[in-house]
Each structure stands twice: as structure tokens, then as C-alpha cells.
């Protein structure tokens, strides 16, 4: 059995964990951003600031639940007074918190066996980071959910993302070892800075990926998010990449077309929002179809992605059954 490491934001992956858990090749490990401060999770980190963000965790577990009931339960959102926005979720992992005594290992185990789900869902991280944005116009914006929302409003793109209030000891050493042990590695999909390049400005968890001879698949986004970052080219996601020494061996790409009617709603929602083009002529970029064609939302279809990187793995092997 194989294991394979997913990092990125939670929804970013979810679809992917979807996917995934149906194929019993592989042990799961999904790491997810400290820096999550919207919606219910920020509601929540309002209260308890001694509180991790609980938002992407809660998404992983659910992608990774056996029973559709526990996937829905996980995600309700409550629409009414104290509560509206408020996924139950979220509540549920803030009381399994406390009860663990704010301990990320004993938390993590008590996720594990309650819900008995097919992996486990980890955050890079025991404790809660802010993120911080330069913007190409020389301002600083700090939080997830303030970066997006001056990037709506104003014509200024991200400069450069770090972290504060997370130091090398802040590190979650779970994350840190289901990296060294991995077979196998998915970066994304998911928002460039705030899901995929905030993990790895934890320094340790950038030092044991790049140290790790797990092969290294990054998962393009199908769109751009135009909130975070309005490039469309894929070299240009690549340079972040590189910008951050995130280091990649494949890269997954969706060749097929999608339809026109449910595009049309994302560009009325936002004119910004633009496919992600493959630009580059290079043998570790691979173009297969990965689109879910069976939702009215733009989503990557987490079997297919699966059937890819099994493509993938087949192909190291027999390049490295050549060498020897």
C-alpha cells in the first residue's frame, strides 16, 4: 500500500479525497493551511483564539467519510441567528478540541476513530498563523479573508506571502512525518497563496518535502480564482511555485472543454475568472481529462485524477526498472 500526501486547502482537495478513498492502493494523509480565517471558521476563531482553523479539516473529513450521512452531518450549515453560516461540523471539532485539550495528537487520533474515516485529516500546523500579503503597490494586508477582499476591490495583484505568529516549533510533527514516509505527493488543487504556498512557508514542512523522494504531482486549477490571483497561464503558477522552492516532478492538467452555460454563471459572477491554459511544451506536463462533468460547479473529478496519478506512478516504475 501506498502512501499519498495531499496539501493544499480543504475544498481545494476534497474532490480529490473523494476520488481517492475508492481505490485501496493508497494510505491517505491530507495536510491543510493554519491560515483559514473565513466563514464559520472565522466566527469561531473569534471566540476561541486558542482554536486551530477547523473549516479545511472538517471539508477533508468529510471527502473522506465512508457514510454519505457522516459527509452530510459534517457539512449542514445552519441558516438562522447565532448560528446562520455555522457548519455543525465545525462545531463538533471544536468540542472534540477542548475535549483533547487543545493536543493536535490526541485530537487527530479521536477524529480518526470516531469518524472512522479512510485517512487522516492533518493541518501543517498546532496552531493558528496569520497570513500576510504584500501587494505589488507596496501594501501590506494581513488575514485570508482581508487579502481577498481588498484584491476585490482594488486592481493590485500579491507581491509576496509570508506568515506571522507560527515559528518552526509551531510545526505539527504528524504532517511533518507523513511527508517523510510518503510514496507519493499531490500539491493542490486549490488558491495559490492562501491553500497550496502557505503550508509550505512553515520551514520544516518545506525542508522534509523538498527533502522527500516521493514523486511530486501538482494538480493545476481548472480556473483561476480572480480574489487571489487573476493569471491564467500555467507557467505563471509554476513560477510561484518555484519563487517559494516548492519543488514538482509532474504536473496534472484538464484538457476537456467545459460548457459554455456553466462558465457563462462564473463570469457573471466575476468577469476576472478566466481557464487555466496550458502554455508550456514539457514531457512532465500531462493533459487528461479531469473535469467532473456531472456537477453544475467547475470541479475536478477525484476518480479521474486518481486514474491519472496510477498513470503516473506506472510510468516512474518502468523509467526506473529501465535504469537498473
Known amino acids: 500500500m501506498k502512501r499519498i500526501v495531499l496539501i493544499g486547502g480543504g475544498s481545494g482537495i476534497s474532490s480529490i479525497l473523494k476520488g481517492l478513498k475508492l481505490f485501496n492502493d493508497f494510505e491517505i494523509y491530507s495536510i491543510s493551511t493554519p491560515t483559514d480565517d473565513g466563514g ?9 483564539d486558542d482554536l486551530i482553523p477547523l473549516g479545511d479539516i472538517r471539508n477533508c473529513i468529510a471527502s473522506l467519510a465512508e457514510d454519505p450521512i457522516l459527509e452530510q452531518l459534517l457539512q449542514y450549515r ?26 493536535i495528537n490526541e485530537f487527530t487520533e479521536k477524529i480518526y476513530k470516531l469518524f472512522k474515516i479512510k485517512g487522516k485529516a492533518l493541518i501543517s500546523c498546532k496552531k493558528r498563523g496569520i497570513l500576510v500579503a504584500k501587494m505589488n503597490n507596496g501594501q501590506i494586508i494581513k488575514g485570508e479573508t482581508l487579502i481577498n477582499e481588498f484584491l476585490d476591490k482594488n486592481n493590485t495583484e500579491i ?7 507560527i515559528g518552526e516549533n509551531d510545526v505539527n510533527n504528524m504532517a511533518l512525518e507523513a511527508i517523510r514516509n510518503s510514496d507519493l505527493i499531490i ?8 491553500s497550496i504556498v502557505s503550508n509550505f512557508l512553515v520551514e520544516p514542512v518545506l525542508r522534509e518535502y523538498n527533502n522527500s523522494k516521493a514523486i511530486k504531482i ?42 459554455d452555460e456553466i462558465f457563462k454563471k462564473y463570469k457573471q459572477k466575476d468577469q476576472r475568472y478566466r481557464l487555466i491554459i496550458n502554455d508550456l511544451n514539457q514531457k512532465n ?17 477525484g476518480i479521474k485524477v486518481t486514474k491519472a496519478v496510477i498513470k503516473i506512478i506506472d510510468r516512474v516504475k518502468k523509467i526506473s526498472s529501465k535504469i537498473r
Open 40 to 48: 464559520s471558521t472565522g466566527k469561531i476563531l473569534k471566540i476561541y
Open 78 to 103: 445552519f441558516d438562522r441567528a447565532e448560528l446562520n453560516t455555522h457548519a455543525l461540523g465545525n462545531l463538533i471539532l471544536l468540542a472534540l478540541y477542548k475535549l483533547s485539550k487543545n493536543d
Open 159 to 165: 507581491e509576496e506571502v509570508f506568515l506571522e505568529e
Open 187 to 194: 500539491v493542490g488543487p486549490g488558491s495559490i497563496y492562501s
Open 218 to 259: 501538482y494538480i493545476a486549477n481548472i480556473v483561476n480564482q480572480p480574489n487571489e490571483c487573476s493569471k491564467h497561464l500555467l507557467s505563471d503558477y509554476l513560477k510561484i511555485l518555484k519563487k517559494y522552492n516548492i519543488h514538482i516532478d509532474h504536473i496534472l492538467v484538464n484538457n476537456r472543454s467545459i460548457n
Open 285 to 301: 506536463v500531462i493533459e487528461e481529462d479531469l473535469l467532473n462533468d456531472k456537477e453544475d460547479l467547475i470541479r475536478h473529478d
